[in-house]
């Protein structure tokens, strides 16, 4: 018996797109916590404020409320 709802060709590109959704979630969490360790770790180095920006992507305020 047919039915759409569970009709593995309709569920499958549904599935793959939340997953997806939630794998990106969590290596972009993953990143922004290293980037900011980086940023962190530049500062306690002495590192002109300018350059943190250039290399980590942050804003200024972001570096300075490390």
């Not at 990106?24 to 360790?37: F, L, M, P, Q, S």
Request: hydrophobic content about 40%; charged content about 40%; proline content about 3%.
């Amino acid at each position: 018996m047919y039915h759409k709802e569970w009709d593995h060709n309709v569920m499958m590109p549904g599935i793959f797109r939340d997953f997806a959704k939630e794998i990106n979630a969590k290596i972009d969490e993953r990143v922004a916590g290293r980037t900011r360790e980086i940023a962190k770790k530049m500062k306690v180095k002495k590192k002109p404020i300018n350059e943190i920006i250039e290399f980590t992507g942050l804003f200024k305020e972001e570096i300075e409320a490390l």
